[in-house]
């Protein structure tokens, strides 16, 4: 595949996993490790000369320290992840996780989404947003989470036209220890 | 440990010397320390940007090395180049003593 800086940098930076300041360090230094290459030879062809992007991010994910040492063990081992699936509808996977592990979030987008945010027809996250969510605040036609708001939502504060949960807060009915109906 | 992983470790390790040593004689930016330690080890080393750049950042954030941005004539863009600290100057020394103690006791273990 041929490459031009910008396209080389995104894809590489896709394969690092690590806070935001040392990605943005990586992509500033990089950036300027290309001009310097172009500049003494126009026919620089970054895959010859640097390697396939994603043996380079390989590369630093394996000589950056990724271990925060501020951060409890079980933490630390939390790593990012993704995975897509290869089945596709309306240019959606049909599944996709991801999670950025210890320090970072990331966003999945699929049929059935799960991860740190997650946007999805079914999605499982620390928030998320569909029409069956499920999360640490959790928006969608049926939801369910610590904050649950949807047109169903049950959680410890539900907020909905039918909410259950300790605080719920409803249009048409409510369950709940505290229980809000504003239309009865 | 596979023999590949022993040469990358023990690569790793050396490279920071070889990096400093650099940086004592002249400023480099990062392409011109990849050339020049490819360059000076015959291609042995085949030190990749993936490799410098976390070895920079590290060097960088223990303040043994340090950075600044300088437009050179004729170039538009500045580049970032790597100064070697005063304590880099020390760690450099010290660093270059236990390599010399240990290759010299490894040395006396082969060759016997």
């Not at chain 1, 740190?116 to 049926?142: N, Q, R, T, Y």
């Not at chain 2, 090395?65 to 050179?72: D, H, L, N, P």
């Not at chain 2, 005063?86 to 103690?101: A, P, S, W």
């Amino acid at each position: 595949m041929k490459y031009d800086k910008e396209s080389y940098l995104k894809e590489v930076l896709k394969g690092i996993h690590t806070d935001r300041k040392t990605k943005k360090r990586i992509k500033e230094d990089l950036g300027i490790r290309i001009d310097d290459g172009y500049k003494e030879d126009p026919f620089f062809d970054l895959v010859i000369e640097m390697g396939e992007p994603s043996l380079v991010a390989e590369d630093f994910m394996e000589n950056l320290d990724v271990i925060y040492p501020d951060l409890p063990f079980v933490i630390q081992q939390m790593v990012p992840y993704e995975y897509r699936s290869k089945a596709n509808i309306f240019g959606l996977p049909l599944v996709h996780i991801h999670t950025g592990g210890a320090k970072n979030s990331s966003v999945a987008k699929g049929v059935l989404a799960i991860g740190d945010i997650a946007i999805g027809l079914v999605s499982i996250g620390g928030v998320s947003f569909g029409l069956i969510s499920i999360g640490g605040v959790a928006i969608g036609a049926a939801s369910l989470g610590g904050v649950a708001i949807g047109a169903f939502a049950g959680g410890g504060v539900a907020i909905g036209l039918y909410a259950a949960g300790a605080v719920a807060i409803s249009l048409l009915k409510g369950i709940g220890a505290v229980s809000l109906v504003m239309f009865k | 440990m596979k023999q590949e992983n022993f040469k990358k470790q023990f690569k790793k390790g050396l490279l920071e010397l070889g990096i400093l040593k650099l940086l004592t004689e002249s400023d480099h930016y990062g392409y011109s320390i990849i050339k020049e330690i490819n360059t000076r080890s015959n291609n042995t080393l085949d030190l990749r940007d993936g490799t410098l750049y976390p070895i920079l950042y590290r060097l960088e954030d223990q303040k043994i090395i340090e950075s600044y941005w300088e437009t050179q004539d004729g170039r538009g863009k500045p580049r970032k180049y790597y100064k070697i600290t005063e304590i880099g100057k020390e760690r450099y020394v010290n660093m270059l003593e236990d390599f010399n103690l240990v290759t010299g006791g490894i040395n006396s273990i082969i060759n016997q």
